[in-house]
């Protein structure tokens, strides 16, 4: 029984992680492949070639090292490239996104990304994830404007599992979730599924689509998701294999960019669900969640033709809905960690929190690099000035 229990939790976490996921970013890979020349077919190829590679990496990541690495396609990347692909045909991008994934393999191997990664405190990378979360959170509010007896049967739900069964809660919001969906909202469910087949697409390389596609598309993948995908895994405490995450990412990423996988990194919202407490009480048990979301990554990439019909009439209130409810544990005790710090930290990690939870894009740096520029800033001038004041006392002394 314990381990059907146990079983039961990763796979709703898994299947939840990859729903939010496939979910939040299909329309936009959707409208990269179009303003590419491509057509829904190759979008289904795409999201199948993404698909066997997130599976892939996630499985072997988190069977060698046990413990939860999910890895998801990147969702800034894409939405990136939507705006920079103008004027750049199918071969060129399938070039740039292979110099890409060859740039984010050089930055494992060497090690420099992870020498980065261990000089953030734990306190302002708690901050970071708490910025990055706290908005899911509040959102799911922020649905029932639109949806309100979706919202609340799912709160009501969640606050009801969460005292009573709290290992089932997320299982039991999917149920009430669904079900009012299938009672109350007009859904088409598709009555046949087809396979999807890979298309190889040859790369093309040139100086203009390396600097205006690839460059940008490495930078962002790396700071926008692999650097608070990583800050996740140190808040909650897992001995990062950093240089082997990057090298094994950017490598299956240019190996398979041909077939359409432009970014693979660490993923960071959805990882936190499969690193909540409602997996497992054991932390070094927990991996088994993205194991089992590698099969749902997996059977999404199987059936994303016939998924994507599917997608289509689901709203977008229950996708938004369930990721507030699934984040909540994850933002409390990360925001707890922020306030319980000495007075000299507390101060930089609030302002990490609260920069990192902005909109602030300034010089094409997102809230996130910013909040821990600031935090780093503010936790050095605390430190330097503590150190004056005691140098001060000493010598009265």
């Known amino acids: 029984m314990k381990l059907v229990n146990q079983f039961i ?39 199948f070639a993404l698909g066997i590679c997130l599976a892939f990496t996630s499985a072997l990541l988190s069977l060698t090292y046990r413990i939860p690495i999910l890895i998801a396609w ?25 110099v890409s994934g060859l740039l984010i393999f050089l930055s494992g191997a060497s090690g420099l990304f992870a020498k980065l990664m261990n000089k953030i405190p734990l306190q302002l990378a708690s901050a970071m994830l708490a910025g990055l ?8 509010f922020n649905q029932a404007n639109t949806q309100p007896l979706l919202i609340l049967l799912m709160f009501i739900t969640y606050l009801i599992s969460n005292r009573l069964f709290a290992r089932y809660s997320m299982l039991f919001v999917l149920i009430i979730a669904i079900s009012t969906l299938a009672l109350f909202a007009d859904m088409t469910f598709p009555t046949t599924f087809t396979a999807t087949e890979l298309v190889f697409i040859q790369p093309t390389f040139n100086v203009a689509s390396i600097t205006s596609i690839a ?7 790396m700071l926008s998701q692999n650097l608070p995908g990583l800050s996740v895994l140190k808040v909650h405490q897992y001995d990062t294999p950093t240089s082997a995450i990057l090298t094994i990412t950017g490598l299956v990423n240019c190996i398979a960019a041909p077939f359409g996988v432009y970014a693979i990194n660490l993923a960071a919202i959805t990882a936190a669900i499969c690193m909540s407490d409602t997996v497992h009480k054991q932390a070094k048990q927990r991996y088994w969640a993205v194991v089992m979301a590698s099969v749902f990554y997996l ?20 996708i938004i809905g ?21 007075c000299v930290i507390s101060e930089a990690s609030f302002v990490t929190f609260l920069i990192s939870a902005s909109n602030i894009n300034v010089l094409g740096i997102n809230s996130l690099l910013w909040g821990l520029l600031a935090g780093g800033l503010i936790l050095t001038i605390n430190k330097l000035k503590n150190r004056s004041d005691n140098s001060i006392k000493n010598r009265l002394t």
Request: hydrophobic share 55%; net charge negative; charged share 5%.
């Open 74 to 98: 990147s969702t800034p990347g894409v939405a990136l490239l939507i705006a920079s692909v103008q004027g750049f045909n199918l071969n060129e991008a399938i070039g740039a996104f292979m």
């Open 9 to 47: 939790n990763a796979s709703v976490a898994g299947f939840i992680s990859v729903l939010i996921g496939f979910a939040s970013s299909i329309a936009l890979i959707y409208q990269c492949v179009i303003n590419l020349g491509g057509n829904s077919d190759l979008v289904a190829s795409w999201i």
């Open 133 to 140: 979360l706290v908005n899911f959170t509040i959102n799911l």
């Open 322 to 342: 369930l990721a507030g409810i699934a984040l909540i544990n994850t933002v409390k005790s990360s925001l707890y960690e922020v306030m319980k710090t000495s």
């Open 299 to 318: 059977l999404m990439g199987l059936l994303a033709g016939s998924l994507m019909v599917l997608f289509d009439d689901l709203p977008s209130e229950f």
């Open 215 to 221: 460059l940008p598309l490495f930078i962002i993948t």
